[in-house]
């Protein structure tokens, strides 16, 4: 049906690339997600939606390069993009040990959208990497409570269990368990905490 869409305008184009992508990506077809927007960006080389998904895709796939140059190209063509901040402030805390230079993207991030929850979770995250424990529960404990997605249920269950708030973290999951119960991330980190009567 997307196919046979014929665009009005550039922002049709774009919205019908997204919408393909989206679809793909949902069932799990991320190197078909991938070459989409390849195909997309090439067509519409530096649309910024565009270099987003693809960096949301690149980090889910762990082609980091790719992603990294997607976040930093579009920070340079949309400066106050706070989700382009995290998305590879994030990225550095959680895959890399550039745990300085990711802190400074979420920090940017979070002085330009100091509620959003995704950024909090990652400014608990980075904290929490770089062994400040109670500063890691404070923002993920506000990131939780202003949006209870599975994966700051990883991440605040992860840091509860550490510090010795082991029913409380369970509590956590179990709560987004019931919401997701297939969901990945959450998923690992349960089993790789609670595995061994619970020793990490």
Do not use: C
């Amino acid at each position: 049906h997307l196919a046979e869409i014929v665009p009005d305008s550039v922002e049709d184009q774009v919205r019908i690339y997204l919408a393909h992508e989206e679809l793909l990506r949902d069932a799990g077809r991320l190197e078909d997600a991938y070459a989409l927007l390849n195909a997309a960006l090439a067509d519409l080389p530096d649309d910024a939606e565009l270099l987003y998904a693809r960096g949301l895709i690149t980090a889910q796939m762990d082609i980091l390069d790719v992603h990294e140059r997607d976040m930093r190209r579009l920070i340079e063509l949309k400066p106050d993009h706070a989700h382009a901040y995290n998305a590879l402030g994030y990225t550095l805390a959680d895959r890399t040990t550039r745990y300085e230079e990711a802190r400074a993207l979420i920090e940017k991030a979070l002085a330009l959208k100091p509620d959003d929850p995704f950024i909090l979770d990652s400014m608990g995250w980075i904290l929490f990497r770089q062994g400040d424990n109670q500063g890691a529960l404070e923002y993920l404990s506000r990131a939780w409570a202003i949006y209870p997605d599975p994966e700051v249920a990883a991440h605040y269950g992860e840091v509860l269990w550490v510090t010795g708030n082991e029913e409380q973290a369970r509590v956590v999951w179990d709560e987004a368990l019931d919401e997701d119960p297939n969901h990945d991330i959450l998923n690992e980190t349960i089993e790789r905490l609670t595995r061994n009567g619970g020793n990490q």
